[in-house]
């Protein structure tokens, strides 16, 4: 069982996506978000999957896609911290990443698809990883940062963006409908 993780900076981004991950073990903390984030998704049409509340906003799938690539990141730093790889991990720019994301041209399948893979992946990172190295602490974005974060980090990132989904993007659709 890979606990949540204990003496969180509460100055830092990631502790309120932490605090939003449910239960006490992370690999269940994973598959609830993610059949969450399935119920959710398999009751979209492509339509609203490219319903974008406000101008300038992200579309529906672009969200979708933006909690895979986040989590694939957060997983290929708890990978390098894990073992015990001391290089500072840079940040990356989620602007620029849903800018080159080619949701337009794909289908709400295929980012389904995707989250399942990566999602699954994550798992199996975590159900693997030693558990002698889950506080070990490396640098990323130019923060302390252990593995046992990182994993929690992808359960309340996920967890985040469906409330934000169901919030903005399924209520306000409901209410232009």
Known sequence: MINRPTHL??????????????????????RKSGNDTLAVIE?????????K???????????????TDTERVFAYRALRISRKDITSLPGFD???FADLDNCDNLSLSALKDE???VRNATIALFKTINPEVLD??????LLPITPRILGWLCAGHNVHHIN??????????????
Do not use: C, P
């Open 94 to 96: 989620e602007k620029q």
């Open 43 to 51: 009751k979209l049409t492509e339509e609203q999957a490219n319903f």
């Open 136 to 141: 070990f602490e490396g640098s990323a974005s």
């Open 53 to 67: 509340y406000a101008e300038g906003k992200w579309s529906l799938k672009q969200v979708l896609r933006h909690i």
């Open 115 to 117: 989250f399942v893979h």
């Open 9 to 30: 900076n509460e100055n830092r981004f990631f502790t309120a996506y932490i605090g939003k991950a449910e239960g006490t073990d992370l690999i269940q903390s994973l």
């Open 164 to 177: 934000v989904i169901k919030e903005r993007y399924l209520e306000k659709k409901k209410a232009t409908s």
